[in-house]
């Protein structure tokens, strides 16, 4: 886009920086585009801005594996609940959740009673399982709660 003199250029500064002040994030980088650049007024991000987008997509991508979890939990699917609970495992294992334990207070706790039964070769969960598959689930589960349990928390992070 040219950035030409338009009317915004003709505007003092400090017009700019309050037309600016309602904008939101992408209509500010909207509104920036077409001032040259020693014009462009800039909005400071949020704090903890890019973290808390993180939590929330992960949040989700939590949530949706919980409900697949509590669904086969429901109807006694033993075979779709362990790979719900694989899914878990390997949520916990992924590095970028880490953030999530770091940061929202409660979800440690939370993934440890979790993931308590399934190292537990003696469970219930374990029901009509074959012997590999048992032994391949639990080095994951066990590998889950390591990481879940080793991760420290840092400070809460409230996504309201």
């Not at 950035?3 to 309602?22: G, M, Q």
């Not at 991508?61 to 697949?68: F, G, L, Y």
């Amino acid at each position: 886009m040219s950035t030409a003199n338009n009317c915004f250029s003709l505007l003092p500064w400090d017009a700019k920086r309050e037309i600016s002040s309602y904008l939101v994030l992408a209509d500010a980088a909207t509104f920036n585009e077409v001032l040259r650049r020693d014009e462009r007024v800039y909005k400071k991000l949020p704090a903890d801005f890019a973290l808390k987008h993180e939590l929330r997509v992960l949040r989700q991508k939590h949530n949706s594996i919980v409900k697949r979890y509590e669904y086969y939990q429901d109807v006694d699917d033993f075979r779709m609940l362990r790979r719900a609970a694989k899914d878990m495992f390997g949520f916990c294992l992924h590095p970028r959740s880490d953030i999530v334990f770091m940061h929202q207070m409660g979800v440690r706790e939370k993934l440890i009673g979790f993931l308590a039964p399934w190292v537990d070769v003696g469970s219930d969960v374990w029901e009509g399982a074959t012997q590999g598959r048992v032994e391949k689930m639990i080095g994951f589960a066990r590998a889950a709660l390591q990481v879940v349990s080793e991760t420290p928390f840092v400070r809460q992070v409230l996504l309201a």
